[in-house]
């Protein structure tokens, strides 16, 4: 995926209700090469097993959509760093479902949230996600291609993943052990204090980035704009160029070689959806028609 210009690898959240082939049906409506979605329903702890009814619905879907890049969003409900017993049982359990679900389909990357620290300790909460993907291991051989990737959080509430060093503990104490790499999500970064507004300021981050994690273990992205402001830790997305990051910034991500060719995948708001709008916008980015 990287290094070899195959074209912008653009799209959104897709719907899969009614079955997970129907995202890709509407990524292909949108005119995406990138199509992110939830395999089952996000607010529930009991998911779905895919039959293979649904998984050749989902091949004849995908062969026929245009997608090149598919990515999961894990649950709403895990929570791999909590150190409630019951709590970290149930999200384990469900993450398992999730990778096996995301095998089964063949998708790409398995997106998710590192975690939130429930005894309001960080440290404890990273500790604690480290053995949770310690112990999905076994689920992985040289003959599957998914790769779990860690998202950038706004720093809400409890929520750990705000910063780099965060990011970086994870995978360094993850290394080698299981496919694991990074999701950027510009709201998120933005209102976790990492200013992107600019080319210089995207300059300086993508820096810091690249000293603190590696820029080798970004995989992917989610881009939003914002509705609050720098530093706010607060999650709140907007359309591209409505909110406090301006069209700028993904103008520079389009076309910057160090997160050109990334797939990318846009999570704005869904009652204000310019989904098809904005994913030709990027794609005219991408070859410079301004």
């Known amino acids: 995926m990287k290094g070899h210009d195959q074209g912008p690898l653009v799209g959104c959240h897709n719907s899969a209700q009614g079955g997970v082939h129907n995202a890709l049906i509407e990524a292909k409506s949108l005119g995406a090469t990138a199509s992110q979605l939830f395999t089952t329903n996000q607010k529930q702890w009991r998911g779905k097993t895919i039959s293979a009814e649904e998984i050749a619905k989902w091949e004849e879907a995908k062969a026929n959509s245009g997608v090149q890049v598919v990515i999961s969003h894990d649950g709403y409900l895990i929570n791999l760093g909590s150190h409630l017993d019951e709590l970290l049982e149930k999200s384990r359990k469900a993450f398992q479902e ?168 846009l999570e704005t708001p869904e009652k204000e959806a310019r989904w098809e709008e904005e994913i030709q916008m990027l794609k005219d980015f991408y070859y410079h028609k301004l």
């Open 98 to 265: 999730e990778i096996e679900r995301c095998q089964a389909l063949h998708i790409d990357f398995l997106n998710f949230h590192p975690g939130t620290a429930t005894d309001k300790n960080p440290e404890r909460c990273l500790d604690t996600i480290v053995d949770s993907l310690l112990s999905f291991a076994p689920l992985f051989d040289k003959n599957q291609k998914l790769k779990l990737v860690l998202e950038t959080t706004a720093g809400q509430g409890n929520t750990v993943g705000h910063t780099f060093s965060h990011l970086a503990y994870i995978l360094q104490n993850c290394h080698n052990k299981i496919p694991l790499g990074i999701c950027i999500d510009t709201c998120h970064i933005f209102a976790a204090g990492y200013d992107i507004r600019t080319p210089q300021a995207w300059d300086q981050t993508l820096k810091d980035f690249d000293e603190i994690v590696g820029l080798k273990h970004l995989d992917c992205m989610h881009l939003n704009d914002s509705l609050k402001g720098l530093g706010s830790r607060v999650d709140r997305h907007s359309c591209l160029g409505y909110g406090e990051i301006g069209i700028e910034a993904f103008q520079f991500v389009m076309q910057d070689k160090r997160l050109k060719h990334l797939p990318k995948c």
